[in-house]
């Protein structure tokens, strides 16, 4: 190796172990060199950064409580399960493994629940809470109320500790596993739901306290310290969600934006339409997550699609004498339908699922679309199911990554498939790429 060279060593580990990055120098460099080494010394890291990350496993623990008996009806929720619902299926369609407690939800039901999802968390993976209900702030610690939380008097601060949720115990424990990124999403922060002494409340008349996150923690709060969220907009609200989930859910959807992005255009756009009642929300972010400009909950935005070189035309019989006559499709073939445009915008739709009846057409000259994205550090498979949503119908069966399929039309998000063996069913279509080559079955 020439002197003038100064060797570096990348060691990628399990995810577990940190990358480690070794190396010496015995001059210094000109500062024209040194700027090219540092500019892909970053690179290396940076794609060491998505390595690790892609390998971890991704799981959320989502809650919406809209029922508190103890409370009486002036505290019942109307948004909370829609909420948390919609969360789920938004979690589950990029790729989390969800698992979602709604309606009347008991301290010991959580408590049984949430320590069976925290030993399912493994060192280096992503976990996600979400809770969607009543919460009160005491002496700057937030806590979540579960369904059977008792009604509660000022003075009584003890039994109001005891009997809630502290947001930084769960953080915590999930923490405590070895989780690198743990992300709270609390959309809690209404009226307290505990009866007045005169001037006197059990915590803060509304809202949650600002609180700091620990370390490899990013937490966003429905509203800033202090301020009512929004369960509705006033009057014929055409949306079942909350005004910050349903800005939440659509925006947790888009590849390519990292936490903090996530975190200011959700705090712009919930601005945007509490002002138009009028009333003050601002959503409030806080990061403790090294990296997380380079994190999407969503993942990558997609590249551009591939072009894929057609095969050579086959020769007519009149210019291959003795050639024989191609065999006539398969009546379970049905006709090439009409391309759609995608229902979402480029930026969003992966480019690497074609336009309906597109991958038909492939598959007529045996190209047929396949799944992409899988993680094979997890479950690695693809799901079939027999409608376009992941929180209703079933799931028909796995298909894992060198299943092929042909994509027959499409749903927003969804791809209705038939799989080579003549079954069909609807994928995400985050997840479906196009195209590799096969035989056509007989």
């Known amino acids: 190796m020439p002197e003038n060279r100064c060797p570096f060593l990348l060691d990628i580990t399990p995810r577990q172990h940190p990358v480690a990055l070794s190396g010496s120098c015995s001059r210094s460099l000109p500062e024209g060199e040194g700027l090219v080494r540092r500019v892909w010394l970053w690179l290396i890291l940076w794609a060491a950064m998505v390595h690790e990350a892609a390998a971890a496993n991704r799981l959320a623990f989502v809650v919406g409580v809209d ?37 009347a939800v008991t301290q010991e039901t959580f408590l049984r629940r949430f320590g069976a999802f925290a030993d399912q968390v493994q060192p280096g993976d992503t976990a996600l809470f979400y809770f969607a209900g009543h919460g009160i702030a005491l002496q700057g610690t937030n806590y ?105 859910v659509a925006q947790l959807r888009r590849p390519g934006l990292n936490l903090i992005d996530l975190g200011e255009t959700v705090r712009d756009e919930v601005v945007k339409l509490a002002e138009t009642v009028p009333h003050k929300q601002v959503p409030a972010y806080y990061n403790e997550v090294r990296g997380a400009r380079f994190i999407s909950l969503a993942g990558a935005e997609a590249a551009p699609r591939p072009a894929v070189d057609p095969p050579p035309a086959a020769p007519r019989p009149a210019e291959a004498p003795g050639a024989a006559t191609p065999p006539a499709l398969p009546a379970s073939v049905p006709p090439v339908p009409p391309a759609v445009a995608p229902s979402r915008p480029p930026a969003t739709w992966p480019p690497s699922a074609p336009a309906a009846g597109e991958p038909l057409r492939d598959a007529r000259i045996g190209l047929f679309s396949h799944p992409v994205r899988l993680d094979p550090g997890g479950d690695n498979w693809l799901a079939l199911r027999s409608r376009p949503s992941a929180s209703e119908g079933v799931r028909l069966m796995k298909l894992g990554p060198d299943s092929l399929f042909t994509v027959l039309g499409r749903q927003g998000v969804w791809l209705n498939v038939r799989l080579r063996t003549g079954e069909t069913g609807w994928v995400h279509g985050d997840y479906v790429g196009c195209c590799r080559r096969a035989p056509l079955l007989p």
């Not at 769960?170 to 809690?188: K, N, Q, T």
Request: proline letters at 8%.
């Open 67 to 103: 029922t508190y008996p103890n409370l009486g009806p002036a505290a019942a929720l109307e948004r909370p399960v829609a909420d948390a619902r919609a969360v789920a299926e938004t979690l589950e369609a990029i790729g989390f493994r969800v698992t979602l407690l709604s309606a």
């Open 144 to 248: 979540l109320l579960p369904s059977d939380i008792p009604a509660i008097e000022p003075g009584q601060e003890l039994l109001a500790r005891t009997r809630a949720l502290a947001e930084a115990d769960l953080s915590a424990a999930l923490r405590e596993r070895g989780a690198r990124v743990v992300v709270m999403v609390i959309d809690a922060c209404r009226d307290n739901p505990f009866p007045r002494a005169g001037t006197r409340s059990v915590g803060l008349s509304r809202g949650l306290a600002r609180t700091e996150p620990a370390e490899g923690v990013f937490s966003l709060y429905a509203a800033g310290a202090g301020q009512q969220a929004l369960d509705r907009l006033p009057g014929r609200d055409p949306s079942p969600n909350s005004v910050f989930t349903r800005v939440f």
